[in-house]
T-cell receptor, first 116, second 113 residues
Framework: SAVISQKPSRDICQRGTSLTIQCQVDSQVTMMFWYRQQPGQSLTLIATANQGSEATYESGFVIDKFPISRPNLTFSTLTVSNMSPEDSSIYLC?????????????FGPGTRLTVL | QQQVKQSPQSLIVQKGGISIINCAYENTAFDYFPWYQQFPGKGPALLIAIRPDVSEKKEGRFTISFNKSAKQFSLHIMDSQPGDSATYFCAASNSGGYQKVTFGTGTKLQVIP
């Protein structure tokens, strides 16, 4: 498995500001993912971040709103830009690791964001 | 076609009882079906997973039943305990291209003493 940490664990932000969320993994991984989980809802994939290439965004998510960096194989950041109350959510990073069974996904603890 | 439908949305079970959560999918390209358990304030954690070449997989008190022809799979929690109280997500993915995981809508399980 992988140990994944995220910073900050939670934050309360004002409308119009930006927040950068950090994700650190204890091993080198090729594939990292960023998800959004709105209160009581399922997980929605925002983008896939591979080291050395541009992030791939899912439908409904754009780079200007959610810029992602992936400077090395153990670290990634997601920025939530020009925030509005609708961005209040839990943001999760995950990594894909090859196990005996399949390519498994492991999740970080999440960053709980509240936008006022 | 990419959806994974999950039911029930919430479930209350007596301690010692059996908890059953059902999922259905449409995309026949899916070939990997994990279940995740999420406690409040935590990220989802992989609980158990199954490939479509088997009809059942058991790990301790947790069992996945898989019906390929019906495109359905379910999680059974035997002898449910209060510590099992969490939200459970079924998911599906395929090995073609990068592994994008499609999640179900989640089931909030409460096990009462």
């Amino acid at each position: 498995s992988a140990v994944i940490s995220q910073k900050p664990s939670r934050d309360i932000c004002q409308r119009g500001t930006s927040l950068t969320i950090q994700c650190q993994v204890d091993s080198q991984v090729t594939m990292m993912f960023w998800y959004r989980q709105q209160p009581g809802q399922s997980l929605t994939l925002i983008a896939t971040a591979n080291q050395g290439s541009e992030a791939t965004y899912e439908s409904g998510f754009v780079i200007d709103k959610f810029p992602i960096s992936r400077p090395n194989l153990t670290f990634s950041t997601l920025t939530v830009s020009n925030m509005s109350p609708e961005d209040s959510s839990i943001y999760l990073c995950s990594v894909e690791l090859s196990t005996m069974i399949y390519n498994e996904q492991f999740f970080g603890p999440g960053t709980r964001l509240t936008v006022l | 076609q990419q959806q994974v439908k999950q039911s029930p949305q919430s479930l209350i079970v007596q301690k010692g009882g059996i908890s059953i959560i059902n999922c259905a999918y449409e995309n026949t390209a899916f070939d990997y079906f994990p279940w995740y358990q999420q406690f409040p304030g935590k990220g989802p954690a992989l609980l158990i997973a199954i490939r479509p070449d088997v009809s059942e997989k058991k790990e301790g008190r947790f069992t996945i039943s898989f019906n390929k022809s019906a495109k359905q799979f379910s999680l059974h929690i035997m002898d449910s305990q209060p510590g099992d109280s969490a939200t459970y997500f079924c998911a599906a993915s395929n090995s073609g291209g990068y592994q994008k995981v499609t999640f179900g809508t989640g089931t909030k399980l409460q096990v009462i003493p």
